[in-house]
């Protein structure tokens, strides 16, 4: 079973920042957390990862709050593509084992 | 780089038959995630391979099977499948080994299956 609960889905305006909430209240101490989202009829693309401290990237922010059970994804302006499915995922270090679980996502839609 | 390549890209089968599905991961990648995905129950995982060996697998019987070939190429295949084995199945590769413990998965575009 997934390990994180998002809200089903949200709207943003473009050009304005979008905030995706992620709570994972049963997060192990070395497990990462992990966006991805998905276009329809794409496959899933990697958009940011983190441990403990905030992250940022060319796409996207991350921040994790400081007990680490919950996290936000930062598009900071969100534009018509970004329209899309995103997971958050939690996961431990990969020579660890452990399977990569999608939840059900949060369905963002961007409108003009 | 090439990305991650999956053959075919649309599938049309029957009822009771095999299906075998291929997918090429990046140059360099020797891990290789298989998932299934359909509208009703989401992104499953199916089965995870890393150097030819299944380290993880998910919850799907038994007529869903894989491998992978020392060129990290994988094949997963269906026997005698069913109606709700329609689905996009989707492969990713990761660069694991790099002692950082974390991954970053990238995904194929899927092959679109359907069983009528």
């Known amino acids: 079973d997934a390990k994180t609960t998002q809200p089903t889905s949200m709207d943003c305006a473009e050009g304005r920042a979008a905030n995706l909430p992620c709570n994972h209240s049963?997060?192990?101490?070395?497990?990462?957390v992990y966006w991805y989202r998905q276009i329809h009829s794409q496959g899933p693309q990697y958009i940011i990862h983190?441990?403990?401290n905030n992250e940022t990237n060319e796409m996207a922010s991350l921040i994790i709050t400081e007990d680490r059970k919950s996290s936000t994804l930062i598009l900071p302006h969100a534009t018509l593509r970004d329209t899309a499915v995103y997971y958050c995922?939690?996961?431990?270090?990969?020579?660890?084992?452990?399977?990569?679980?999608f939840g059900q996502g949060t369905e963002l839609s961007v409108k003009p | 780089k090439a990305g991650v390549t999956q053959t075919p890209r649309y599938l049309i089968k029957t009822r009771g038959q095999q299906v075998t599905l291929s997918c090429s991961p990046i140059?360099?990648?020797?891990?290789v995630s298989w998932y299934q995905q359909t509208p009703g129950q989401g992104l499953q995982f199916l089965f995870e391979?890393?150097?030819?060996?299944?380290?993880n697998k998910g919850n799907f019987p038994g007529r869903f099977s894989g491998r992978q070939f020392s060129n990290s190429r994988s094949e997963m295949n269906v026997s005698t499948l069913e109606l709700g084995d329609s689905a996009l199945y989707l492969c990713?590769?990761?660069?694991?080994?790099?002692?950082?413990?974390?991954?970053?998965?990238?995904f194929g575009s899927g092959t679109q299956l359907s069983v009528l």
């Open positions: 995922i939690v996961r431990g270090p990969y020579n660890q084992g452990g399977k990569l679980i």
């Open positions: 391979y890393f150097s030819e060996t299944q380290r």
């Open positions: 140059s360099g990648h020797r891990s």
């Open positions: 983190g441990l403990k």
């Open positions: 049963t997060i192990s101490g070395n497990e990462y």
């Open positions: 990713a590769s990761s660069s694991q080994g790099s002692g950082q413990g974390f991954e970053k998965l990238f």
